[in-house]
T-cell receptor, first 113, second 112 residues
Framework: QQQVKQSPQSLIVQKGGISIINCAYENTAFDYFPWYQQFPGKGPALLIAIRPDVSEKKEGRFTISFNKSAKQFSLHIMDSQPGDSATYFCAASSSTGANNLFFGTGTRLTVIP | DGGITQSPKYLFRKEGQNVTLSCEQNLNHDAMYWYRQDPGQGLRLIYYSQIVNDFQKGDIAEGYSVSREKKESFPLTVTSAQKNPTAFYLC???????????FGSGTRLTVV
């Protein structure tokens, strides 16, 4: 059973456009929601993370929007660049559990010039 | 610089052989994890360890074994019981509270 559902599976965006990736979860005990960026042949690297006490967090061109009542969160990449082309994973964990991260299935983003 | 080192980067195994993947971290993290990555299936947890000499099965532990004799090291053995071992294996570590989750660069295992 997939604890975190992620969509779309793949995304193609023009340079300068906005990339949006969505995730949903069921476990209300989750209280930490990071996003990871992975380039081919490399391990995922933490991009940005949010806790449910805020509805939005922005770091540069990357923004997480969080809707606690809907149990959804999303990543927005503004002014998308070809260098942003990678696979993005959302994840969730609970501080009251074993702290394992549960990952979405990933979104392969391609930004075309 | 602190980080996680996985070795080797590429590994080839004959059917029926056991093989051990290395994972070492110098981040002083208590918790360590092994994930398997297959195309279209994201990251699936194999085993995790919160402290030395203790570890728990994840979602897909069958055919794998681990040990945690030192805080810095968490090797994964892929046994001959694992029927489809070809995959990209990722090791990660974090504080016991789940903070600072950091991944290694992975080992790509191919059965030949």
């Amino acid at each position: 059973q997939q604890q975190v559902k992620q969509s779309p599976q793949s995304l193609i965006v023009q340079k300068g456009g906005i990339s949006i990736i969505n995730c949903a979860y069921e476990n209300t005990a989750f209280d930490y929601f990071p996003w990871y960026q992975q380039f081919p042949g490399k391990g995922p690297a933490l991009l940005i993370a949010i806790r449910p006490d805020v509805s939005e967090k922005k770091e540069g061109r990357f923004t997480i929007s969080f809707n606690k009542s809907a149990k959804q969160f999303s990543l927005h990449i503004m002014d998308s660049q070809p260098g942003d082309s990678a696979t993005y994973f959302c994840a969730a964990s609970s501080s009251t559990g074993a702290n394992n991260l549960f990952f979405g299935t990933g979104t392969r983003l391609t930004v075309i010039p | 610089d602190g980080g996680i080192t996985q070795s080797p980067k590429y590994l080839f195994r004959k059917e029926g052989q056991n093989v051990t993947l290395s994972c070492e971290q110098n981040l002083n993290h208590d918790a360590m994890y092994w994930y398997r990555q297959d195309p279209g299936q994201g990251l699936r947890l194999i085993y995790y360890s919160q402290i030395v000499n203790d570890f728990q099965k994840g979602d897909i532990a069958e055919g794998y074994s681990v040990s945690r004799e030192k805080k810095e090291s968490f090797p994964l053995t892929v046994t001959s019981a694992q029927k489809n071992p070809t995959a990209f294996y990722l090791c990660a570590s974090s504080t016991r509270a789940g903070l600072g989750y950091t991944f290694g660069s992975g080992t790509r295992l191919t059965v030949v």
